[in-house]
């Protein structure tokens, strides 16, 4: 049974920081590429930076140099470094793998930002 469960978040000031956190079970870990993906309130889901095995990392345009993605796979947690928060970054954040990302269709079922995770909140003021 895959679980992930996403922490860390809560409510900054403009160019505040905040450290996330995702933590898995059921997942073969070290296998997997991730992802950190985010959904505001009316937009859609969006991945905000990506992590291979092999520890590449690729960034939205928007996040890059302010973001950082890493992962542990001795805890099975991969992490997501925010610093210089801006009120655009407000959303709920979301990790996945990449086995079964957000967007994703197959065999009739088409998989969202919240299929694998409740997420977190992140508000900037």
């Known amino acids: 049974h895959v679980q992930l469960v996403e922490s860390g978040g809560g409510s900054v000031q403009d160019g505040g920081s905040l450290r996330l956190s995702c933590g898995t079970s059921?997942?073969?870990?070290?296998?997997?590429?991730m992802g950190w993906y985010r959904q505001a309130p009316g937009s859609e889901c969006e991945l905000v930076a990506r992590i291979t095995t092999t520890g590449q990392t690729t960034y939205a345009d928007s996040v890059a140099g302010r973001f950082t993605i890493s992962r542990d796979n001795a805890k099975n947690t991969m992490y997501l470094q925010m610093n210089n928060l801006k009120p655009e970054d407000t959303a709920m954040y979301y990790c996945a793998t990449d086995r079964y990302p957000p967007g994703y269709c197959v065999g009739g079922k088409c998989y969202s930002c919240d299929s694998w995770g409740q997420g977190t909140q992140v508000t900037v003021s």
């Open positions: 059921g997942v073969n870990f070290e296998a997997s590429d």
